[in-house]
């Protein structure tokens, strides 16, 4: 164990925002756990320094802000979560136009200098549509990683106000936190802040929150990239449309897509399955569904002290998941009526 004094050494430095410091009261920590034989501690901490999530070029990435995370006035709980990642592309099945205009978005903001010598700016701020489990936010994770940004992501639950005006002062206390680094702001389940003003059923706070937001998509300048993401595009605001460089739609996997995704889901355990003919049997469910029978499979083989995943265990699994979307078709018609 590290000695107390190093640890009150460290949590000043971390508390002081002193980088320099904090980096060297590490260092000695993981030398000490080394003289002392402990190389698994030592090696963990080492790859919690300068993994990719936490490091850029190999350089601990500091965190100095957590204490000045925005607020909501009313209960003093934060409005957004800082979150690291190491997802990667080769972590999700895209298609080759989404493919394509992710790379066209990380090449610009890689290059951005380059484009503001030509008087030009990055596409910067994002909309992700689609139905549930395609990818979304996956996809916001691994442009996190590609770009080595922290993601800064919005928490609905303390940015709507039941006070009058408060939620417009939430938005914009985390456009003006934005500002201040570089992130990657994001706005997950968007159409919560985002329906459209001419719906009747609204009401004035709503329409005066998506005027606030207009607002504040225009007037900002910063290295940070902005997404917003939703799984009801039609009830967003015309004008919010606009405001965004670049919309990627999600879809549903092709048959294809789905015989790639289970490639990918039993690369680490062995089965004996025909994919290409399974892939048939799920058009229709999303990406999320296909994981969800994947993993189930697979646990079900372990805990049967199977070696493999066979195709009667598998379809066992997916009979289960259409009985459960089936279910849950049933209980959202309900909930409509």
């Known amino acids: 164990m590290p000695s107390g ?5 460290l949590f000043e430095n971390f508390k002081n925002q002193d980088e320099e410091g904090f980096s060297k009261i590490a260092f000695e920590i993981i030398e000490e756990e080394q003289k002392k034989n402990h190389f698994l501690l030592a090696d963990k901490l080492k790859r919690a320094m300068f993994s990719s999530a936490n490091s850029i070029n190999g350089t601990p990435r500091f965190i100095n802000t957590l204490g000045n995370l ?3 006035k009313d209960n003093n709980t934060n409005l957004v979560d800082i979150k690291y990642t190491e997802k990667e592309e080769a972590d999700i099945v895209l298609n080759a136009d989404i493919r394509e205009k992710l790379n066209n978005i ?3 903001n890689q290059k951005r200098e380059l484009l503001r010598s ?9 909309l992700f549509c689609g139905p549930p489990g395609c990818g979304k936010t996956l996809t916001v994770e691994i442009l996190s990683n590609m770009l080595n940004l922290p993601i800064l992501y919005t928490r609905f639950d303390s940015v709507v106000s039941s006070y009058l005006g408060e939620t417009a002062t939430n938005l914009s206390k985390i456009f003006n936190f934005a500002e201040t680094g570089s992130w990657i702001l994001f706005f ?4 919560a802040i985002g329906k459209s003003r001419d719906n009747h059923e609204e009401h004035g706070e709503l329409k005066r929150v998506v005027n606030t937001f207009l607002q504040l998509m ?9 997404i917003a993401a939703t799984n009801y595009e039609k009830l967003i605001d015309n004008a919010l449309w606009r ?9 549903k996997p092709t048959e294809d897509e789905i015989e790639k995704m289970l490639k990918l889901k039993f690369r680490t355990y062995k089965h004996k399955l025909k994919l290409k003919e399974l892939g048939k049997e799920m058009i229709g469910f999303s990406f999320s569904d296909i994981e969800r029978i994947c993993q189930d499979s697979i646990k079900k083989a372990i805990l049967s002290d199977n070696k493999y995943v066979d195709l009667d265990l598998f379809k066992e699994v997916l009979k289960k998941e259409k ?3 089936k279910m849950i078709l049933s209980f959202t018609e309900q909930t409509r009526r």
């Open 218 to 226: 225009d007037n900002f300048e910063s290295e940070s990239i902005i």
């Open 323 to 325: 009985e459960r979307q």
């Open 243 to 251: 405001r965004f460089d670049e919309v990627i739609y999600f879809d």
């Open 106 to 108: 990380v090449l610009e």
């Open 5 to 9: 004094e190093m640890l009150i050494k």
């Open 188 to 191: 997950d389940e968007f159409d």
């Open 118 to 126: 030509y008087g030009m700016k990055p596409k910067k701020k994002l």
């Open 70 to 72: 925005p607020k909501d």
